[in-house]
């Protein structure tokens, strides 16, 4: 059974720029969850999808970053102009409905230069 | 919300020492604590997770401990070896007030140097 894939594994923009960051979940999965991890600090919560709906999206920092889940599959993270500080290691982490352990993509790296 | 903290932030041990870290977290309500360790270019993967309802709970040389009272929580790796060298990530899940799965809150990492 695949992993969470996610592509590009590395970005490097330059600030203004937009950047389209994917997620591929572990097939079956309806919970969908984004995170973030920035200067090696602790990895933070952006948002979580349940099939295709937004369930909580409290996470996102502002309304640069746009995220969409196209019928309930794969997902797309994007940020539209990218700024010095959303650099980081984005990751995308996919469960079942009623499970509990979610399991993480390798991450995208993100550099804004 | 939620606010985890874990310590150390860097940890090194000889070959066949054991290694603990420890976090904290700060709300009550939280009934789910896992912990993820990440290797160089791989995503977190969960190695062992402890529910509010047990107090201990062991696989291997892995063992994690959860205090409720003081809300605390503790990753052993005993009788390390070189290949435990990697970030160690704890984390809280709030209550679920949702059927459909909930979101993590982190603490800042462990790096662990297992030296041979």
């Known amino acids: 059974e695949a992993g969470v894939t996610q592509f590009p594994s590395h970005s490097v923009i330059e600030k203004g720029q937009t950047v389209t960051l994917r997620c591929d979940p572990i097939?079956?999965?309806?919970?969908l969850y984004w995170y973030r991890r920035v200067m090696g600090k602790e990895i933070k919560f952006l948002l979580h999808?349940?099939?295709?709906?937004?369930?909580?999206e409290s996470g996102m920092p502002n309304n640069r970053f746009l995220a969409e889940r196209t019928g309930g599959t794969y997902s797309t993270l994007k940020v539209q102009p990218a700024e010095l500080e959303d650099s980081g290691v984005y990751f995308c982490?996919?469960?079942?409905?009623?499970?509990?352990?979610?399991?993480f993509g390798q991450g995208t790296r993100l550099t804004v230069v | 919300g939620e606010n985890v903290e874990q310590h150390p932030s860097t940890l090194s041990v000889q070959e066949g020492d054991s290694a603990v870290i420890k976090c904290t977290y700060s709300?009550?309500?939280?009934?789910?604590f896992p912990w993820y360790k990440q290797e160089l270019g791989k995503g977190p993967q969960l190695i062992i997770d402890?529910?509010?309802?047990?107090g201990e709970k062991k696989d291997q040389r892995i063992a994690v401990t959860l205090n409720k009272t003081a809300k605390h929580f503790s990753l052993h790796i005993t009788e390390t070896q070189p290949e435990d060298s990697a970030v160690y990530f704890c984390?809280?899940?709030?209550?679920?007030?949702?059927?459909?799965?909930?979101?993590?809150?982190f603490g800042g990492g462990t790096r662990v140097l297992v030296k041979p």
């Open positions: 982490a996919s469960s079942k409905t009623g499970y509990t352990e979610a399991f």
């Open positions: 097939s079956g999965h309806d919970n």
């Open positions: 999808f349940v099939k295709e709906s937004k369930q909580d």
């Open positions: 709300d009550s309500a939280s009934n789910y």
């Open positions: 402890i529910r509010s309802n047990v």
């Open positions: 984390a809280a899940e709030p209550s679920r007030v949702k059927a459909a799965g909930n979101k993590l809150t």
